[in-house]
């Protein structure tokens, strides 16, 4: 059980274009979904909160109009990275938690396989 | 600021040995934590979660959790090489309505042949 799917696995795309990845939890309705990027040997680093139906929340730094993120049901969230440039490329890894009358199961998470961006 | 302090690595132990991971952190509130194992170029897999102080096995794998020293390890016995990983720790405070974790930067283990 718990597993999330991403996709795509990898995309290569031209600068200024846009790419959205899937984020999906197969077994489970996902209230929550998180979207991390992880540059080459460095940390994971959350970039947004996403709860299912409302506004997602951000960290501080990352920029609400450049990565767009839905999560319109229970088992799906959106990431778009819009006007992407080379600097944007990176692992963008989402996971996914639920929540039973506001209290989350101990907050286990469990991540998708990833999605690698090239930005050229 | 809410932290989770790990040794980078690389920790290197032979075949067959006993790998000892060690994780601090801040937040006295927290109460779920957990281990996850990250092969280079994959996403983070969980291995191992612990709420109460003690031991817990599962496999080969143990979590050891002491709440009032905000320590948490994770030991492996009979190390493999296939066990050769960043191995992150987490932990969350329950109570944070983000369910947000807090990830330390991870301990790289390199078991030798």
């Known amino acids: 059980g718990a597993v999330v799917s991403q996709h795509p696995s990898w995309v290569i795309c031209k600068s200024g274009t846009s790419v959205k990845i899937e984020c999906r939890s197969l077994d489970f309705q996902a209230t929550t979904m998180f979207w991390y990027r992880q540059f080459p040997k460095q940390s994971l680093m959350l970039m947004a909160t996403s709860n299912e139906g409302s506004k997602a929340t951000y960290e501080q730094g990352v920029e609400k109009d450049k990565f767009l993120i839905n999560h319109a049901s229970l088992t799906l969230s959106t990431l778009t990275v819009t006007s992407a440039h080379p600097e944007d490329s990176s692992f963008y890894i989402c996971?996914?938690?639920?929540?039973?009358?506001?209290?989350?199961?101990?907050?286990?998470?469990?991540f998708g396989p990833g999605t690698r961006l090239t930005v050229l | 600021q809410k932290e989770v302090e790990q040794n980078s690595g690389p920790l290197s132990v032979p075949e067959g040995a006993i790998a000892s991971l060690n994780c601090t952190y801040s937040?006295?509130?927290?109460?779920?934590f957990f281990w996850y194992r990250q092969y280079s170029g994959k996403s983070p897999e969980l291995i191992m979660s612990?709420?109460?102080?003690g031991d817990k096995e599962d496999g080969r794998f143990t979590a050891q959790l002491n709440k009032a020293s905000q320590y948490v390890s994770l030991l492996i016995r009979d190390s493999q090489p296939s066990d050769s990983a960043t191995y992150l720790c987490?932990?969350?405070?329950?109570?944070?309505?983000?369910?947000?974790?807090?990830f330390g930067s991870g301990t790289r283990l390199l078991v030798r042949p």
């Open positions: 987490a932990v969350n405070n329950i109570m944070d309505s983000s369910y947000k974790l807090i």
């Open positions: 937040d006295r509130g927290s109460q779920s």
């Open positions: 996971s996914a938690t639920w929540t039973s009358g506001g209290f989350s199961s101990y907050n286990e998470q469990f």
């Open positions: 612990i709420y109460s102080n």
